[in-house]
């Protein structure tokens, strides 16, 4: 394709995405396809004859369309916000113009030196000290494996660079909780550590946050048994309600057996953009790692995960790699990202941020994310007012986990029953089509989760919601969308 | 920003973009900028105000394109090709426009089925078997890290479900070579096998290719100390001299070990979309794992590397994670790509490589990709036919290393007197601008790569190239461009 074929192509694809976006609250939120309907309407072989931008874009409206959940759209209050601000889809639309490569400083100076400014400036915006130094990775999970790599290393005394893990005299231990997310356990098992050297920490039973004091007793439990305790991943926001481990009290415990820390902010960073929160990590100062995804309620669209680590010596020792073919004469001058992170080629991700912040502007979004928190705290205070009606975990952001609880002949409904009709109601709204909400697990039952911080979400969605929620749960029938 | 002004911004930018590519061949190959020049063209702290599009249009062309080294560039010829062709660039903008998100099949189905849909179909259209399932990643890299963990799993009975790498009795062992990629030796400490647990195979001294009896005796000596032959990593176009390792004799040794097979064809796997090349990885079908990237020599823009195993299964016990807040009805009849990699959450990269497809269509690539291995032969040629040049290792595809030897006073120039030259006259030629070439290092000497394959690299210019090369070889001043 010449460039003159892609500025046409082009003109038409931006003219579809803004008509897309435009109408995108006028469709259902969950999907309407079936399991195998999309694939279904490609063509089992490859195609042979070249087809135009038009028929390619009829294509997308009628076979990619209906399968998409809309996650843009202002009646999702599903999983956690996954916000592809307009802005920093043109930063992505300039970053693959480009097509530039990040192997190294050499092969694309900008994309590594822009990546450390916009890195820096996020730092600063999030109140962390000059003590920091970020890279973008691509999600919190793989920031994660990089953390727990990170511990591993400095626990065994950079095993990898002798017998590897499995000359260890004493198996390195992982700490956690049952609350943090999956990706947590994924990355310790892909590390190596092992299930078994996997502690899930007790957690409080009405904040549903990190107990410090058992964390203590299963370091000490495991240091009598000739394990070496090497991490704690410390949840600020938990997925499931939100939950903030006390990380001030977390690194106190962990500085006393040279634990390494993990912050994971992955949802909760973007709060940190706003200082009347910063309390809700105090401590992360004294941690080693931190992730979180501007991706998510920020808005900078996926993939966009900040990973930050006060060692980077130690960090660059774990992860690099430097052939000849990727030498230059600046190395030692310049950040070489490749070292910092799983992948050796990188795509500018950092346009993605920078665009954003300067065409959206870092005080429009900080007036967004607590406008979600206004929203949240009104929506949890109907909820608490309603007969029948619980939130189950203390709402510190923007997420509320409810329960309908209703009274039959005299007794609340419990146990199975209880299971069989949260997942009724909050089924019947998402097959609707006209708001999506996550069911999830706590304490064995299931519950609601309702997650508030899409871009496009005003009072006015939440009170549709709210009103929606209420009729599902008295057997209504939810309007479709 | 609204979709409205989302719309006129993004007019701006795509008519930016196609001028850019337009003019893209008159400048420079390789980035001016000296280090830590573009990131102090940034102010040091965030911005507050919001600017416009066309600021920010001209910030990137004063700050950021003069920091970019020219991969698109027809008169590129370092690395290997990356090529962001134009089509793929409108599927990657499809697919910021649309916002999805992959974490389950249920939060986007499309997103996961199309994956399907063009991974089955970049099977067929290099010849592999229906008996591989494919999936997308971010890199080579990342392909090789799942690869190796799998392949530690399988060996040690799934040691990350007990008690992890630390309690097993045998030592699983990776076998490669020293032409493989780096990002082989980065995934095997990474993996947990360690230094002591990684096996340098010897190669053949003329083409570069692992010896499958020296694997062989390497497997049976590491059975005899205890230890468990777990993986070979084998080289389909190795990085310094695009190499094959003999495939169909390896997969003979690795199968009476049960030897995890992984296949690195990064970047020769876009050779086998020609039926004409496939006979280069014969033996592939007894592989276990697969990667191959076409986000280079093919133009399907970073990221886009497929990773196909035979054994799904597997690879999902190894990968998967299964919280409630990400269950769905579905589950059992759909695929769930966050069990097939690292991330959790996933972009949809299908797009990219759909639209590749049907804008330019697979018989225009695959005339691409001929074109290059007829300028290859072609440069060969010249260089065998000249005095004092050397080629350094059999031309398979589109890679030729280099050495200009001079006589002076009656004898070859050699040892460190040669590095000097050969970095003398590399040196001159990147520093002019006019065309890049990777010095690299071959025999413990440096020699030089030039890789062809940019989408816009005509014969012409393999001639301006071969006349450049001589000039500067001769000492002569580099025309800059």
């Known amino acids: 394709m010449t460039p003159e074929e892609f500025r046409s192509a082009g003109h038409q694809l931006i003219d579809w995405i803004a008509d897309y976006r435009t109408d995108l609250d006028r469709g259902p939120v969950l999907a309407t396809t079936e399991p195998g309907q999309v694939s279904q309407a490609f063509p089992s072989i490859p195609p042979t004859e070249v087809r135009t931008m038009s028929e390619v874009i009829a294509d997308v409206e009628r076979s990619v ?147 410090p004091a058992a964390l203590q007793r299963a370091i000490e439990a495991d240091l009598a048994d000739n394990r070496q305790p090497a991490a704690v991943v410390v949840s600020i926001g938990t997925t499931g309600v939100t939950a903030f481990d006390p990380l001030a009290d977390i690194v106190a415990v962990a500085a006393e057996h040279a634990v390494w820390v993990h912050v994971d902010a992955a949802m909760a960073g973007t709060a940190m953009l706003l200082p009347e929160c910063r309390h809700l990590w105090t401590g992360v100062e004294q941690a080693d790692s931190l992730t979180w995804n501007p991706h998510k309620w920020m808005g900078t669209i996926l993939d966009t995960s900040l990973y930050y680590v006060r060692d980077v010596e130690h960090l660059v020792r774990v992860m690099s790699t430097n052939p000849s073919y990727l030498r230059s004469d600046s190395d030692g001058e310049v950040t070489q990202y490749r070292d910092w992170g799983l992948p050796l080629g990188r795509r500018f991700r950092a346009l993605k941020l920078w665009f954003h912040l300067e065409l959206d502007g870092i005080e429009a979004i900080r007036e967004r994310i607590r406008r979600d928190l206004e929203n949240a705290r009104w929506l949890a205070e109907q909820i608490e007012a309603a007969p029948e009606w619980r939130v189950l975990a203390p709402v510190r952001l923007q997420t509320i986990c409810v329960r309908h609880v209703p009274r039959l002949a005299g007794a609340e409904l419990a146990g199975e029953e209880l299971d069989r009709h949260t997942l009724a109601w909050v089924g019947s709204i998402n097959r609707s089509g006209a708001a999506y909400l996550t069911p999830s697990i706590l304490d064995g039952r299931w519950m609601v989760r309702v997650s508030i911080g899409v871009e496009g979400t005003e009072r006015s969605h939440v009170e549709e919601l709210w009103s929606i929620m209420r009729s599902a749960a008295a057997g209504d029938v939810v309007g479709s969308r």
């Open 65 to 211: 369309v209906p399968g998409l959940t809309q996650v843009q759209h202002p009646m999702h209050f599903g999983w956690f916000p996954s916000n592809a601000s307009l802005a920093s889809v043109l930063g992505d639309m300039a970053s693959s113009g480009l097509g530039g490569l990040g192997i190294s400083w050499e092969s694309c100076p900008a994309l590594t030196e822009v990546e450390e400014v916009v890195c820096d400036w996020m730092r600063q915006l999030t109140g962390l000290s000059e003590h920091w130094s970020g890279t973008i990775q691509d999600t919190a999970s793989t920031a994660c494996l990089v953390a727990l790599l990170s511990a591993r290393e400095r626990a065994t005394g950079h095993s990898q660079s002798a017998g590897g893990l499995a000359a260890v005299d004493h198996p390195p231990v992982v700490y956690t909780t049952d609350q943090a997310h999956s990706s947590v356990r994924k990355a310790a098992l892909l590390a190596g550590y092992g299930a078994d050297n996997l502690r899930s920490v007790p957690v409080d039973p009405d904040t549903y946050a990190m107990d």
